[in-house]
C-alpha cells in the first residue's frame, strides 16, 4: 500500500486549466485540452530503457470528466508518436540500424514476431473505481489485440499487471468508448472518451478514482512505461489538508482564547 501512495504522490501533478468546451479525439492534444476541469498527471520522460526516445514513454496522462452527458475523457502525451517503440517517427517500423533480436515495433499496437517470440504491444488505462487496490476496469488495448479493432472497455480479469490477455475480460455493461485515429504523423497522442462512466462508478457522477497507465510490449528488448495517480487528488494529500487547516483553526482558537 505504501509503495502505491508513494507512486501515486511522485506522480501527480495537476495542472487546472481555464477555457471552455470538451476536448477533441483527434489524436493531437494540442490546445483543446485547454478546459476547466483537466486534471493533469505528468510522468518522468526518458525512463523507457534500451533507447532515448521511445513512443513507449508516457510523458503525461489527462483526464477530464463532464457530468452532465457523463463523460470521461482521457489524453495520454507520449514521446513523439504513441507505439513507436525505438522513436524513428514510424509507429510500424524498427529503424534502428543495428535490431538485437525481437527489436520490433509492430504497428497498430497489433503484435510482431521477435525471433522466436511474438512481441505484443499494447496500453491500457486501469480504474480502481472504489479504492480497495483492485482494479475493475481497463480501457485500451489489449495484448494479442490491435487499435483499430480492439480498442476498448474491459473488466479487469484480476491480474496483477497488463501483461496477459486473459487479464482483460469482456465488458457488457452500456458504457461505450470512442478513440482518436490509430497513432501517426497526424495523430502522435491516445486520446479516448468513455460515455456513461458513472456506470462504472455505481451511478455516481462524484469522480473519485485511481488509475495505472501501462504503454508499451513484452516480449522486446526495450521496457515499457507504468504511471499511477488518484483522480481528482490522493486522499491522504486532503487528509493531510484538513488536518491542517484543524491544526491551523486550534491555534487560533488558543491564541483567541489565551488573548482573552
Ligand atoms: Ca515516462
Ligand atoms: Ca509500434
Ligand atoms: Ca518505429
Ligand atoms: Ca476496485
Not at 482494479?135 to 479493432?149: F, S
Request: net charge negative; proline share 5%; hydrophobic share 35%.
Amino acid at each position: 500500500m505504501a509503495t502505491f501512495w508513494v507512486g501515486a504522490l511522485g506522480a501527480c501533478l495537476m495542472v487546472p486549466y481555464r477555457g471552455e468546451g470538451a476536448p477533441i479525439l483527434d489524436g493531437d492534444i494540442g490546445t483543446d485540452w485547454d478546459v476547466s476541469g483537466v486534471y493533469v498527471f505528468a510522468d518522468e520522460a526518458g525512463d523507457v530503457t534500451g533507447v532515448s526516445d521511445s513512443g513507449y514513454d508516457i510523458l503525461a496522462t489527462h483526464f477530464y470528466y463532464d457530468s452532465t452527458p457523463d463523460v470521461l475523457y482521457v489524453a495520454i502525451d507520449t514521446d513523439g508518436i504513441a507505439g513507436d517503440a525505438d522513436g524513428d517517427g514510424n509507429p510500424g517500423n524498427w529503424g534502428g540500424a543495428n535490431p538485437a533480436p525481437n527489436d520490433v515495433d509492430p504497428a497498430d499496437y497489433g503484435f510482431g514476431g521477435g525471433q522466436g517470440i511474438t512481441v505484443y504491444e499494447s496500453f491500457g488505462v486501469a480504474f480502481d473505481m472504489n479504492r480497495d487496490e483492485t482494479y475493475d476496469y481497463v480501457a485500451g488495448v489489449r495484448p494479442n489485440g490491435d487499435y483499430t479493432d480492439d480498442a476498448g472497455l474491459y473488466v479487469w480479469g484480476g491480474g496483477a499487471d497488463f501483461w496477459y490477455d486473459d487479464d482483460w475480460d469482456s465488458y457488457s455493461g452500456a458504457a461505450t468508448t470512442s478513440w482518436s485515429p490509430s497513432p501517426g504523423d497526424s495523430a502522435p497522442d491516445i486520446e479516448f472518451k468513455i460515455t456513461g462512466f458513472s456506470l462504472l462508478n455505481n451511478n455516481s457522477k462524484v469522480i473519485d478514482f485511481n488509475f495505472r497507465v501501462h504503454n508499451g510490449s513484452f516480449g522486446d528488448n526495450i521496457g515499457e512505461d507504468f504511471a499511477v495517480g488518484s483522480v481528482p487528488e490522493p486522499r491522504v494529500l486532503g487528509l493531510l489538508a484538513t488536518l491542517s487547516l484543524m491544526g491551523a483553526f486550534r491555534r487560533r482558537r488558543r491564541v483567541a482564547t489565551e488573548g482573552t
